[in-house]
């Protein structure tokens, strides 16, 4: 009996020293991420970083993909969805809130990596496919919402008034690098209830 | 007399033999380029497959982001405008190009690493902003000419405008993936042409 608590005693402080172990190599795959983007990432540079051996690493993550993968869950890019009654005012929120994601979270600076990294590497693509199914998420709860309440017709495509909300947002911070201020999303989510009304 | 005409036509050859070498460097870098996107374009790779010495590349190019800067002048992202003196129109022929070039034109699968490169380097944050400019120019002349017609108000700002156009575009292509099909297209410039009108 003693000398079976001792081994589960043992068992712990493995199970601890391996969490400790994963979590600085997840750290360290962000923190590298984040600097870099992905080009940088290699799991060399995580050893080092880390101060993980390469085996331990890979015991944990078969590849350097199923690594990103884990250390790509942490940029969160989820925003919450708000809940208001209102589809115009819900989607201010929304917007604002991605507005201000995009000019200070670290994940965007880190996701043009993934994007281009993801046009050569199926894995990377389906990475880049779950980040981006987080933040449609809570813009498709408040569009669909909005149709229940009989607001927005049903037969308004909500994954085109997705892209007309967050394409416009995504332009600004990654291709024309215009300020993502007050008055564009006040536009931006203008011009769908706009639309939405002369629609019905 | 005789000698200086001897001269001239060595001169000649010589410069035409400078501007094959040129194009060369600049064929493989670009074709570098397509395939393996801005992170696979090394002055050392481009010497391995134009076969032109290194010295001789950085006599015309004296670093890797003016080579890089020239070869994506072969990207070719400016469309030409369209002029049918119906803002409608002109916008669905420039938004249905644009859409096509995003499905099948090269620069479309490059454009992401220079995306991800200009978060972190100026200079390619330069050839972006150029890249981009050019993209963006005939959107700006469409718009510019509807509002000399009156037909869209003046205070209506036009990069709000593009942004609403070229934005769910890009989404589509690099973020959600999902086809730049012609009911997209039309829902596009729809919205753009629904919310000009309600703002009459």
Redo the contacts between chains.
Sequence with gaps: MKKNAKVKIDDAELDERVQRSKAAVLAATYKLLTE????GVSVDEVVKRSGVAKTTIYRHWPSRSALLLDACANLRTQPPAPDTGSLKQDLEMLVTMVAERLKTAKWS?VL??I??A???DLEL?EIQ?RL?EQM?FPFREVIERSQERGELQRRA?P??I???L???????R?????PLDKP?VK??V???I??A???A
């Design positions: 870099t983007g992905l080009g600076t043009p990596s994007i281009d993801a046009e050569r693509a496919a981006h449609r495509d994954s085109h997705i892209a007309a967050l394409g416009p947002l995504f332009y600004r990654w291709f024309s690098r215009e564009f536009d931006v203008g011009r769908v706009d639309s009304k002369s629609a």
